[in-house]
T-cell receptor, first 119, second 115 residues
Framework: EPEVTQTPSHQVTQMGQEVILRCVPI?????FYWYRQILGQKVEFLVS????????KSEIFDDQFSVERPDGSNFTLKIRSTKLEDSAMYFC?????????????????FGQGTRLTVV | AQKITQTQPGMFVQEKEAVTLDCTYDTSDPSYGLFWYKQPSSGEMIFLIY??????QNATEGRYSLNFQKARKSANLVISASQLGDSAMYFCAMREGSNTDKLIFGTGTRLQVFP
């Protein structure tokens, strides 16, 4: 069964360093997302990406963050100058374009997550 | 106000019994979708079931069913014939309106199934 894959599964980085989290969405999906989950808290939306551009972003997704689809298969989240509070599980997700007028009912398929620890 | 409220931080159920996990939502948009995800200890998020605001019938997927009460704005997940492998965190989520892709998650309920 096709799945979203994320690498690495765990990343430790020093405060102030840049990190890139990588994701390979399901191949025929056209919508891509990043979510994060701070330990013990709920999952929070960061950004959605469609047709090679950001379609929506949350207030969390500030200038420190950027996303890219560099080669048609990978989808990356870059965090510049990491802070301690960036420590979280980061989930990539993707969903298909079902051709309907609304995207409302299309489920997002999540990867297994990357646990980022900033020290 | 919270968009998604899950009032049960933890639930216990005996194997083979049914369990209901509560979820209430808050939106003024007539178009919305409600989702349930399972997060086992390994961390991944697994889609379970979807209910659309215009759906006339409650959604069912195998042992999972959604008790959708629109007037009460509740979308409770019912797991029948619980199995030990059902032990996990369960998150209710909403996609609000037709102009957004984002899912809004609740705080989750940790379900423990005991023999």
């Amino acid at each position: 069964e096709p799945e979203v894959t994320q690498t690495p599964s765990h990343q430790v980085t020093q405060m102030g360093q840049e990190v890139i989290l990588r994701c390979v969405p399901i191949s025929n999906h056209l919508y891509f997302y990043w979510y994060r989950q701070i330990l013990g808290q709920k999952v929070e939306f960061l950004v959605s990406f469609y047709n090679n551009e950001i379609s929506e972003k949350s207030e969390i997704f500030d200038d420190q963050f950027s996303v890219e689809r560099p080669d048609g298969s990978n989808f990356t989240l870059k965090i510049r100058s990491t802070k301690l509070e960036d420590s979280a599980m980061y989930f990539c997700a993707s969903s298909e374009d079902n051709g309907a007028f609304t995207h409302l009912e299309t489920e997002a398929f999540f990867g297994q997550g990357t646990r980022l620890t900033v020290v | 106000a919270q968009k998604i409220t899950q009032t049960q931080p933890g639930m216990f159920v005996q194997e083979k019994e049914a369990v209901t996990l509560d979820c209430t939502y808050d939106t003024s948009d007539p178009s919305y979708g409600l989702f349930w995800y399972k997060q086992p200890s390994s961390g991944e998020m697994i889609f379970l079931i979807y209910q659309g605001s215009y759906d006339q019938q409650n959604a069912t997927e195998g042992r999972y069913s959604l008790n959708f009460q629109k007037a009460r704005k509740s979308a409770n997940l019912v797991i029948s014939a619980s199995q030990l492998g059902d032990s996990a965190m369960y998150f209710c989520a909403m996609r609000e309106g037709s102009n957004t892709d984002k899912l809004i998650f609740g705080t989750g309920t940790r379900l423990q199934v005991f023999p």
